[in-house]
């Protein structure tokens, strides 16, 4: 089964940054046909500006930004990888560029200026995860009400609408900082 | 027309009488003579303004368009032409809620969407009814977490709910039917016959 | 609120009567001295008008702030999340393959491409692949859903704009589609047919038969379809040259799908990243010309054509074999072992209840959906369910470029342009 072609999906954008910006590559990694390269929140607009505009690279497409939640990494790495994932469709190409931030400092420059499409994809990061992006034009929640509290995709937001309790699990009526953290369906 | 209410009963052999419900209030004719015939034929018909005033609130439930998700197109399929609900009288759906009495709320209801919701049902006049179609109007469905409203009925009132993720078009002809039923008043309380 | 620019109309202190009026009017986009009646000023030169989230034509709850000018949409802030159902929360909730219904549910037009993507990327991960009989299958019935999405859009979008016939068309054609899911799992809508792994099951012997009605009947319905709409004057007059995006701002949006391809961008994920044997399968990836409204309903209704190419292939040439792989990390074992050998039956067990564990890792999986470009990146932690499952919606995009497709459009004509760019709020706001 062939998901990406012969050779490494995102391989394209790696060695263009190495070549080009290689100050900004901190990690490279490839894994299940695909490559992952982590860069600092400080290079990020010009390592995005270098894959849109370079004549070899073409990433213009934008995908979408997320986080992924790391709640017990911290102190040794930063909790959140933020996600940006860019389409070449010129050269047929993904790629993934990661940028950690931590819990405290959950920053990161907006990039609504280099893609259009940014726009909507950092206000639905902030709403679910609450990571800041600066220079955004207007950042507010997109998907739940303005005046929601909290960052649902988080690990430590409780998501229940309701209990429902049977007799084999009871724990599921406690209050959410009461339920035993090993309960199948998970607690959080 | 069906349901008990019988204005009507063509006889067998051709001959009509006019039958009066037992508690309207009418006088039964003792037998279909000549001059009952010529009454009939110009179009008498005697009832309780009750019973008409019911079997016109149920013999056209005007639904306001309420799809919200994946049972919206089964409410869709309902009204197309394979299951065609103009039968039941739910011909016309209103996009507006002041011109509507059914309000189907088909699909997840968002906490978001919910002041939606009830501002929507407050806006319809009176008489009116709702049907919670579909596992997630009725209970949150399969979706028990933050986002969704656990049930539609914390928000409005709910006359018959529908299970189903869809719930067949069947489904909710069935729960159409079983609301006139219910307007007709043939169903005390929460009692499905 | 966004602090907007002042917009001022060009012609709130002009004297009607001037001919700076005239200029003005022809700078909007209206022709001067056509209409018979005086324009009132009502205080404001612009008015903001809220459209949705309960209205007829947004193909759900959409609600859009336009702030107009007369009839002029001057600027349009689309508000979403009247949907937003918790979706990526659910998945890091339940394991795999419970996953799956609720992947159905998400862009509910075409359920099964959503199950297509989230089981690509979870086999990505564990490294396994689906016979060919259980490739060829997902191909068909992912075709017949395209198929069944796309008379969908047809049908509402015609009937958007008033062309009532087509909607009871399209709905008459999407029954038979529905007969034929409701035929393989039991379901009208929400299959759940393919799964980590494989599929629910072969596919019992009435499949063929109908599939093979579809083959034979369809050309002809669609052209059917056709000869309501294409050279229907009303429809060009209403379509053409509306709600025009070039390919640099398609690209930009990240807008994909058929939006992308009405431009003119030659793109399309079953060609340039062929998932589950695409690649066996000679069809062509329709291209409009000028990004209207007009080019993508032709783009889509050409799609459907080559849907059904696709489909008599697959279908022609289907192998045998099984559907469902064996690999004992996800296939339950077959059931005269569960009699003798405890560990299978220890094995099924832990299948059922507990599910499969993923190896650690992250993947990007895109399937061409009927509205675009359908991702699932799925991270995993070594657990039996996903740690982290975004799922990248092509209608969220689409839809971000509708500002920009509707400025300077009039009000009537937004309508138009929500119905060509096909979105599913489901997918929108997951």
Not at chain 1, 13 to 42: C, F, I, K, M, N
Not at chain 3, 182 to 188: A, H, I, P, Q, T
Request: proline residues 7%.
């Amino acid at each position: 089964m062939t998901a990406v072609g012969s050779s490494m999906s995102g391989a394209r954008a790696a060695d263009l940054l190495e070549r080009e910006l290689p100050a900004a590559v901190r990690r490279r990694e490839s894994a299940a046909g695909e490559v992952t390269l982590w860069v600092d929140r400080t290079d990020l607009v010009a390592v995005c500006t270098l894959l849109r505009d370079h004549p070899n690279a073409a990433y213009m497409t934008p995908l979408f930004v997320t986080a992924v939640d790391w709640p017990d990494r911290e102190p040794a790495e930063p909790r959140f990888d933020v996600v940006y994932m860019v389409r070449s469709l010129q050269y047929n190409d993904v790629c993934r560029l990661i940028v950690q931030v931590t819990e405290d400092d959950p920053i990161v420059p907006s990039l609504e200026l280099v893609f259009a499409g940014m726009d909507w994809h950092e206000r639905e990061c902030f709403d679910l995860l609450g990571i800041h992006f600066t220079g955004h034009h207007d950042l507010k929640r997109i998907l739940l009400p303005t005046d929601w509290d909290g960052h649902p995709l988080r690990k430590d937001y409780a998501s229940f609408g309701e209990p429902i309790a049977f007799t084999h699990n009871l724990e599921w009526a406690l209050p959410a900082a009461e339920r035993p953290r090993d309960m199948p369906g998970g607690s959080r | 027309m069906g349901l008990n209410n019988e204005l009507i009963v063509p006889r067998a052999g051709g001959r009509s009488i006019l039958l009066a419900d037992a508690d309207a209030g009418t006088i039964a004719l003792p037998r279909a003579g000549a001059a009952e015939r010529t009454a009939l034929q110009s179009g008498f018909v005697t009832t309780t303004i009750g019973k008409v005033i019911q079997w016109g609130r149920y013999s056209s439930l005007w639904p306001a368009l309420f799809g919200l998700a994946c049972c919206a197109i089964e409410m869709m399929a309902t009204g197309a032409s394979r299951y065609d609900m103009s039968r039941f009288g739910c011909e016309v759906f209103r996009a507006s809620p002041r011109q509507s009495d059914l309000m189907i709320v088909a699909g997840r209801v968002s906490q978001k969407m919910a002041p939606v919701l009830r501002h929507i049902y407050d806006q319809m006049p009176e008489p009116k009814w709702v049907i919670s179609m579909g596992a997630c109007a009725s209970s949150g469905g399969m979706f028990n977490n933050y986002a969704i409203v656990q049930g539609v009925d914390k928000v409005v009132p709910v006359d018959v709910y529908i299970p189903g993720c869809p719930p067949r078009p069947e489904g909710l002809l069935d729960a159409v039917m079983k609301l006139q039923k219910k307007i007709a008043g043939e169903l005390p309380g929460s009692l499905l016959g | 609120m966004t602090a907007l620019p002042p917009l001022g109309s060009p012609t709130a202190d002009l004297d009607p009567l001037s001919e700076q009026y005239d200029a003005a009017r022809e700078r909007l986009g209206i022709e001067p001295g056509l209409d018979a009646i005086d324009l009132v000023e009502i205080g404001d030169s612009t008015m903001e008008l809220n459209m949705g989230p309960m209205h007829p034509s947004t193909h759900g709850v959409l609600r859009l702030v336009l702030n107009l000018d007369g009839e002029v949409v001057r600027e349009c802030r689309p508000d979403i999340g009247y949907l937003h159902t918790g979706f990526e929360k659910d998945f890091e909730r339940h394991t795999y393959q419970q996953c799956i219904p609720y992947t159905d549910r998400m862009d509910y037009l075409s359920p099964l491409f959503n199950n297509l993507g989230f089981s690509l990327a979870v086999e990505r991960l564990l490294g396994i692949e689906v016979p060919l009989r259980g490739q060829y299958l997902r191909v068909i019935m992912c075709e017949l859903c395209r198929l069944a999405s796309h008379l969908l859009w047809y049908g509402t979008g015609a009937l958007d704009l008033g062309a009532t016939t087509a909607f009871v068309y399209a709905w008459r054609d999407r029954e038979k589609l529905l007969d034929i899911n409701e035929l393989v799992s039991g379901v009208r809508m929400h299959t759940s047919f393919i799964r980590v792994g494989g599929l629910l099951a072969d596919v019992p012997d009435p499949f063929y038969e109908m599939v093979g009605a579809v083959i034979k009947t369809f050309p002809k319905l669609i052209d059917e379809h056709e000869l309501l709409i294409t050279k229907n004057p009303i429809w060009r007059q209403r379509t053409i040259g509306l709600g025009t995006l070039t390919p640099e701002d398609a690209m930009a949006y990240g807008a994909t799908g058929p939006v992308l391809r009405g431009s003119g961008v030659p793109y399309d994920l079953r060609k340039a990243q062929p998932y589950s044997s695409y690649e066996h399968f000679d069809f062509d990836v329709p291209i409009g010309r000028n990004g209207d409204v007009y080019d993508r309903y032709l783009v889509r209704m050409q799609e459907m054509r080559e849907s059904l190419k696709i489909i008599t292939q697959a279908f022609e040439n289907l192998p045998d074999g099984p559907v469902n792989t064996t690999d004992r990390r996800v296939a339950l074992p077959p059931r005269n072992e569960l009699n003798t050998s405890m560990e299978s039956l220890i094995h099924h067990f832990k299948l059922v209840t507990e599910g499969m564990r993923v190896p650690v890792g992250q993947v990007y999986q895109a399937v061409e959906s009927p509205r675009g470009e359908l991702g699932f990146y799925l991270v995993s932690d070594g657990t039996n369910r996903p740690y982290r499952c975004k799922v990248r919606a092509p209608s969220f995009s689409n839809l971000s470029a509708l500002p920009h497709m509707v400025r300077g459009e009039l009000i009537a004509d937004v309508v138009a342009v929500i119905g060509s760019i096909d979105i599913v709020l489901g997918d929108v706001d997951r």
